[in-house]
T-cell receptor, first 115, second 111 residues
Framework: DARVTQTPRHKVTEMGQEVTMRCQPILGHNTVFWYRQTMMQGLELLAYFRNRAPLDDSGMPKDRFSAEMPDATLATLKIQPSEPRDSAVYFC?????????????FGPGTRLTVL | DQQVKQNSPSLSVQEGRISILNCDYTNSMFDYFLWYKKYPAEGPTFLISISSIKDKNEDGRFTVFLNKSAKHLSLHIVPSQPGDSAVYFCAASETGNQFYFGTGTSLTVIP
């Protein structure tokens, strides 16, 4: 049963600290997305990779957020320095574009609390 | 600016009755639409999709209707079951591009 995995599931940190969230996409998927869920905005797209290349990261605050895919099995989202307003649930999703079925599969999320 | 809107944050329905969840979009270039279901402490899971060449897609108790002229889609659940209680997100994309999600509708099915 292929699944997207995310670590950690929960993270509590203090303002100013660096936070790194990790995602392992489903093997064979060529797209990876990072979303942030907030009450007001729902699911906001932060970054989007296809074949490991960043396609769109316009939703990300560039001064503090960065997203990378060092290899096909790992995507990372970093926040440095973290702020209380970054508290949210961060989801990673993967999919296969161009396969005729344009569906994303979500991980369980990382709940981030910045004090 | 939200390109996909779910104007009802919550909905309560009696078990066995029909649940209708609504979604509106603004971008006429969107040609692929999906519904996701989300339980607490879990990621969203894919429920059903529809492409713009159709106006209806059915999968068991779930049916999605698309009205392109009104830029509106809806999800019908018949009959509703307590296990359907969850947050439902609609999403839309122009094929090959990113997905835009609504803010979600929390459905409660009352036994």
């Amino acid at each position: 049963d292929a699944r997207v995995t995310q670590t950690p599931r929960h993270k509590v940190t203090e303002m100013g600290q660096e936070v790194t969230m990790r995602c392992q996409p489903i093997l064979g998927h060529n797209t990876v997305f990072w979303y942030r869920q907030t009450m007001m905005q729902g699911l906001e797209l932060l970054a989007y990779f296809r074949n490991r290349a960043p396609l769109d990261d316009s939703g990300m605050p560039k001064d503090r957020f960065s997203a990378e895919m060092p290899d096909a099995t790992l995507a990372t989202l970093k926040i440095q320095p973290s702020e209380p307003r970054d508290s949210a649930v961060y989801f990673c999703a993967s999919g296969r574009r161009g396969a005729g079925t344009d569906t994303q599969y979500f991980g369980p999320g990382t709940r981030l609390t910045v004090l | 600016d939200q390109q996909v809107k779910q104007n009802s944050p919550s909905l309560s329905v009696q078990e066995g009755r029909i649940s209708i969840l609504n979604c509106d979009y603004t971008n006429s270039m969107f040609d692929y639409f999906l519904w996701y279901k989300k339980y607490p402490a879990e990621g969203p899971t894919f429920l059903i999709s529809i492409s713009s060449i159709k106006d209806k897609n059915e999968d068991g108790r779930f049916t999605v209707f698309l009205n392109k002229s009104a830029k509106h889609l809806s999800l019908h659940i018949v009959p509703s079951q307590p296990g359907d209680s969850a947050v439902y997100f609609c999403a839309a994309s122009e094929t090959g591009n990113q997905f835009y999600f609504g803010t979600g509708t929390s459905l409660t099915v009352i036994p």
